[in-house]
């Protein structure tokens, strides 16, 4: 689908159009029309601060500030824009306060897009059929791994685009950035999840490196048998 | 009209576009033809398209019952102190 259908799907146009009614019965003292907001965004707003600050307490945390600071906030809500975009700007920012709270000596915000693109350092072939040599579980748990491991800046991005199905616009808008700059950080995003899957899922050129990663899928098998080994090198 | 000569740097740089569909019919031809030529941009394309596939695929996202619970307590506490 192309991002301008994508944009103005009938279904994306009738979701934000109930997202303004309900809007409106709020303000106008339905109170519990929020609780249908809430349930229709819970899961959006979870995944971005999930995704911002990785670990479930401070991302449950920073999901109750978000709906928390969205109702006292509804009335300053611009209709011409997107419920959903306003909510997602409010989630990344309550995220990214509890991350700065967490480690101040980073500063988030700050990060540097990095400078020129790095050209892929794996390319290998990948086995035609991934899902076939690995189970769900364990291929569920590369792929977190890869989008755990990008930057906070990137993996927002990746998680609203092609998690959640949003249009690049919509990341735009939420995060406050413009368009080439979030297809920008797309594009690194993606680029460093295919890296890192590249590691388990690239068919080995040479015996050796076969060897090798007969060794990594047989580690991770156990570990997802006996629970997750921490540390060790990766091949 | 002639098809530009793409480097390998110059089609990584649109690989994202280009799987989206959000790229214009010549550069898309540039870039195919690059493609074509080219077996390592072409490893990564491909490997690329089977990311987006593979994490598109993964198990739908729930939120933890008791998250949610916990959540529509704190709310409802916020709510009825504003009505």
Redesign the interface.
Known sequence: MSEANQEHSTEALSAAHADLLLVERVLGGETNAFEELVRRHEKRVYRTTLAITKNEHDAEEALQETFIKAYKNLGTFRRESRFTTWLTRIAINQGLQILRARRPSVSVEEQQEQGGLALPTRVEDWYSNPELRYARKQLQEIVEDAIRTLPEIYRVVFIMRDIQGESTKEAADALGIGIQAAKSRLLRARLMVRESLSRRLARPATVKSQMMHLMLVMRDALSAKFGKVHGGSDV | MTVETLS??QV??E???Y????VAEELRRAIDGHLSRCH?CT??F???R???R??????P????LQ??A???A??SA???S??
């Open positions: 390998c740097r990584l740089e690989l994202s576009n799987l989206d569909g959000d390592r490893i990564v491909d490997t690329t089977q990311t987006l593979i994490v598109r695929d993964m198990e996202f729930d939120v933890p998250v949610s916990r959540l529509y704190r709310l916020v709510l009825s504003k009505a």
